[in-house]
């Protein structure tokens, strides 16, 4: 068997073209999914985390704590703490 009779499906021309279509349109709607994918795993790790604000001495004086506060969790692909519903 020849390897056109193959991708033809036995030179069924319009079985074969919409199924390559098919195909096509499928990986053509993954790709935003798969350039994500690739983007998260090139760029460097984000960590979440928040602010608090405390007063030392009646000033205030705001830290930054790694994490995300209660109640909150992080957002690996932002990496911005989001409210847990």
């Given at each position: 068997?020849?390897?056109?009779?193959?991708?033809?499906?036995?030179?069924?021309y319009?079985?074969?073209?919409?199924?390559?279509?098919?195909?096509?349109?499928?990986?053509?709607s993954?790709?935003p999914?798969i350039?994500?994918y690739?983007?998260n795993n090139?760029?460097q790790n984000t960590?979440?985390?928040h602010?608090?604000t405390?007063?030392?001495?009646?000033q205030?004086?705001?830290?930054?704590?790694?994490?995300?506060?209660?109640?909150?969790?992080?957002?690996?692909?932002?990496?911005?703490c989001?409210?847990?519903e």
């Amino acid at each position: 068997m020849s390897i056109f009779k193959f991708v033809s499906f036995n030179r069924q021309y319009m079985a074969a073209s919409l199924v390559y279509l098919g195909m096509t349109f499928v990986m053509l709607s993954t790709l935003p999914e798969i350039i994500l994918y690739a983007q998260n795993n090139s760029s460097q790790n984000t960590t979440c985390s928040h602010t608090k604000t405390r007063y030392i001495e009646g000033q205030p004086v705001t830290e930054t704590i790694p994490g995300c506060a209660e109640g909150y969790s992080c957002c690996e692909t932002t990496g911005q703490c989001e409210q847990i519903e």
